[in-house]
């Protein structure tokens, strides 16, 4: 059975970093469509960026754009979101997930089939 892991997220001030990873056991991760999402207490799951497994395009929401990064590194094995110049309102509990898509990656979350635990980001002062 596939299984997704993700890391990297933690208390932050306002204006700093933090770099999340997401590994995969069983499959090559970056070979799949990879989303990661956010989600905060009794709200939806929401679409922060995702990577296309073909040819590396990117997508973003728009209320991370030109802050958050999302690349693949470790010979695709690993999926890491880069986020600076946080704001509080980024803070949430962080999912990645994967889907076995030839071409492009999906914004939304239906259409994924693998998710990991999730890790928490929080951001205050």
């Known amino acids: 059975q596939p299984h997704i892991v993700e890391s990297g997220g933690g208390l932050v001030q306002p204006g700093g970093s933090l770099r999340l990873s997401c590994e995969a056991s069983?499959?090559?991760?970056?070979?799949?469509?990879v989303g990661w999402f956010r989600q905060v207490p009794g709200k939806e799951r929401e679409g922060v960026s995702c990577?296309?497994?073909?040819?590396?395009?990117?997508w973003y929401t728009d209320t991370v754009k030109g802050r958050f990064t999302i690349s693949k590194e470790n010979a695709r094995k690993t999926v890491i979101l880069q986020m600076d110049s946080l704001k509080p309102e980024d803070t949430a509990t962080y999912f990645c997930?994967?889907?076995?898509?030839?071409?492009?990656?999906?914004?939304?979350?239906?259409?994924?089939?693998?998710w990991g635990q999730g890790t928490q980001v929080t951001v205050s002062s």
């Open positions: 069983g499959f090559t991760l970056g070979n799949y469509a």
């Open positions: 990577i296309a497994p073909n040819d590396d395009s990117t």
């Open positions: 997930a994967a889907d076995p898509l030839v071409k492009g990656c999906w914004s939304t979350p239906e259409q994924y089939d693998y």
